[in-house]
């Protein structure tokens, strides 16, 4: 027996709510009568119940019974995981089993409590990702934002400016891997542009004993 239903679509162009009224009496050919289409053409982004044809879907279901909703096109619904939610609620405390027509992967069955049940399931752990995604993106108490994916920079400006004075105060370059933590690649590679606070290679060099090209990359003496 098919279950009675209405249907729920919010197109703005006329031939994408003939393609999707095509689609959906296709999916409920076998499993639900539709009694009536209730069509939007407001934005995607326009809350449920500031949606004319949404609210008039709400009070016909009331008025006549029905516990069955067909939507569209559910990987659009989860673009906007905040409509998702408010509709799941809205349906779900008027006691009414939601549908999609394409791309439905809640389960739950035809029956409107396992039906329910599943959508409730599916939507209470979206929520907790939003969540977890959300408080992932907050700035910590102490002021400053997530580190971003990658490799920090081993040293700001401001140390980098530090780093060159202690140089030229005589510092090692040893003491100077150790006071700022950082490798002697990495102060080589800011001291590119002073040739005269790098200091001499160590290790062997062409002709000296090692291998030809093999350098060390690490300076004398610290100096």
């Given at each position: 027996?098919k279950?009675?239903?209405?249907?729920?679509?919010?197109?703005r162009?006329?031939?994408?709510?003939?393609?999707?009224?095509?689609t959906?009496?296709?999916?409920?050919?076998?499993k639900?009568?539709?009694?009536?289409?209730?069509?939007?053409?407001?934005?995607?982004?326009?809350?449920?119940?500031?949606?004319?044809?949404?609210?008039?879907?709400?009070?016909?279901?009331?008025?006549?019974?029905?516990?069955?909703?067909?939507?569209y096109?559910?990987p659009e619904?989860?673009?906007?995981p905040?409509?998702?939610?408010?509709?799941?609620?809205?349906?779900?405390?008027?006691?009414?089993?939601?549908?999609w027509a394409?791309g439905?992967?809640?389960?739950?069955?035809?029956?409107?409590?396992s039906?329910?049940?599943a959508?409730r399931?599916?939507?209470?752990?979206?929520e907790?990702?939003?969540?977890?995604i959300?408080?992932s993106?907050?700035?910590?108490?102490?002021g400053?934002?997530?580190?971003r994916p990658?490799?920090p920079?081993?040293?700001d400006?401001k140390?980098?400016?530090?780093?060159?004075?202690?140089?030229?105060?005589?510092?090692?370059?040893?003491?100077?891997?150790?006071?700022?933590?950082?490798?002697?690649?990495?102060?080589?590679?800011?001291?590119v542009?002073?040739?005269?606070?790098?200091?001499?290679?160590?290790?062997?060099?062409?002709?000296?004993?090692?291998?030809?090209g093999?350098?060390?990359?690490?300076?004398?003496?610290d100096?």
């Amino acid at each position: 027996m098919k279950r009675c239903s209405v249907v729920y679509l919010n197109a703005r162009r006329l031939s994408d709510f003939e393609e999707q009224k095509a689609t959906i009496e296709d999916f409920c050919k076998y499993k639900f009568e539709i009694k009536t289409i209730f069509h939007d053409t407001v934005s995607p982004v326009v809350v449920p119940e500031k949606r004319p044809a949404y609210r008039e879907m709400l009070s016909y279901c009331s008025a006549h019974g029905v516990d069955n909703v067909i939507l569209y096109n559910l990987p659009e619904w989860l673009k906007r995981p905040d409509i998702f939610l408010i509709t799941v609620r809205d349906l779900d405390d008027a006691g009414i089993a939601l549908y999609w027509a394409v791309g439905d992967c809640i389960g739950g069955g035809l029956e409107i409590e396992s039906r329910r049940d599943a959508v409730r399931s599916f939507a209470a752990y979206l929520e907790q990702v939003i969540t977890r995604i959300r408080k992932s993106q907050e700035v910590p108490s102490g002021g400053r934002a997530a580190r971003r994916p990658g490799r920090p920079c081993a040293l700001d400006e401001k140390g980098i400016a530090e780093l060159i004075a202690a140089r030229k105060q005589g510092k090692s370059i040893g003491e100077l891997c150790r006071q700022f933590s950082v490798s002697r690649s990495t102060i080589s590679k800011i001291l590119v542009d002073y040739p005269e606070l790098k200091g001499e290679w160590k290790g062997s060099r062409p002709g000296q004993g090692g291998r030809e090209g093999e350098s060390s990359g690490i300076k004398t003496d610290d100096k």
